[in-house]
C-alpha cells in the first residue's frame, strides 16, 4: 500500500492529518496577525481604535465559542453513531477458549 495514501501509521501517530492541522493552524493565526496589523495601520484616533479593536475580539471570541459548539455537537453525533455500529456487530469469538 502506498505510504502517502495510508493516514494511520502502525506506531498509532496519524501522520498526514497532524500536518493538515498545523497547517490549518498556521493558516489562521496568519490571518489573525495580517487583520491585526490592518487594523493598527489604519489612520484612526486611539479611542477609535480601541473601540474597533474592541469589537472584532468579541466577535472573534463569539466565532470561536460557535465553533466550539459545533464541534461538541459532532463528537456527540460521531459518539452516538459509534455506539449505534458496536450494538450492530456480533460479539467476537476468541480462538482457544481466551
Given at each position: 500500500?502506498?505510504?502517502?495514501?495510508r493516514?494511520?501509521?502502525?506506531?498509532?501517530?496519524?501522520e498526514e492529518?497532524?500536518?493538515?492541522g498545523?497547517?490549518?493552524?498556521?493558516?489562521?493565526?496568519g490571518?489573525?496577525?495580517?487583520?491585526?496589523?490592518?487594523?493598527?495601520?489604519t489612520?484612526?484616533?486611539?479611542?477609535?481604535?480601541?473601540?474597533?479593536?474592541?469589537?472584532?475580539?468579541?466577535?472573534?471570541r463569539e466565532v470561536?465559542?460557535?465553533?466550539?459548539?459545533?464541534?461538541?455537537?459532532?463528537?456527540?453525533k460521531?459518539?452516538?453513531?459509534a455506539?449505534?455500529?458496536?450494538?450492530?456487530?456480533?460479539?467476537?469469538?476468541?480462538?482457544?477458549?481466551?
Amino acid at each position: 500500500m502506498n505510504d502517502q495514501v495510508r493516514e494511520f501509521e502502525p506506531n498509532g501517530e496519524y501522520e498526514e492529518s497532524s500536518s493538515f492541522g498545523l497547517g490549518l493552524t498556521m493558516l489562521f493565526i496568519g490571518l489573525a496577525a495580517g487583520a491585526l496589523v490592518a487594523l493598527l495601520l489604519t489612520p484612526k484616533t486611539g479611542k477609535e481604535m480601541r473601540r474597533t479593536l474592541r469589537r472584532k475580539y468579541e466577535d472573534a471570541r463569539e466565532v470561536m465559542e460557535d465553533i466550539g459548539d459545533q464541534a461538541g455537537d459532532w463528537i456527540e453525533k460521531g459518539s452516538e453513531w459509534a455506539d449505534k455500529a458496536k450494538s450492530k456487530m456480533p460479539p467476537l469469538k476468541r480462538p482457544f477458549g481466551r
